[in-house]
């Protein structure tokens, strides 16, 4: 069964940094990708980030692009999100996903509906 858990949100003001960690169990070779999403209030959930666990393949959405960094921990079944200059935009709830045979393509578009394993979410607050 596969589980997802996140960590390392929390409360950060303007041009500050936070980095959220996705540790992954019961993957077997068909899950690839850890996939980053995120849902501010009244809002529909949006991809942020990908990355392929099996090549480093990554894709950032146009608003995370220059200040979000996704990596992959070398026991393949870890992904970070390094966030940094961040903006209160940026606030919401956080979710790392993924999927079974589902690529993390740089020229892709992440779509929630496509993912089925969620995990629980963690808070990010960007304010003043």
């Known amino acids: 069964q596969v589980q997802l858990v996140e960590s390392g949100g929390g409360l950060a003001q303007p041009g500050g940094s936070l980095r959220l960690s996705c540790a992954a169990s019961?993957?077997?070779?068909?899950?690839?990708?850890i996939a980053w999403f995120r849902q501010a209030p009244g809002k529909e959930r949006e991809g942020v980030s990908c990355?392929?666990?099996?090549?480093?393949?990554?894709w950032y959405a146009e608003s995370a692009k220059g200040r979000f960094t996704v990596s992959r921990d070398n026991d393949g079944n870890t992904a970070s999100l390094q966030m940094t200059n961040l903006k209160p935009e940026d606030t919401g709830s956080y979710y790392c996903?993924?999927?079974?045979?589902?690529?993390?393509?740089?020229?892709?578009?992440?779509?929630?509906?496509?993912?089925?394993?969620w995990g629980q979410g963690t808070q990010v607050t960007v304010s003043s």
């Open positions: 990355i392929s666990l099996s090549d480093g393949n990554t």
């Open positions: 996903a993924t999927e079974r045979l589902y690529y993390c393509s740089p020229y892709g578009h992440l779509v929630s509906a496509f993912f089925t394993e």
């Open positions: 019961g993957f077997t070779k068909d899950y690839s990708t």
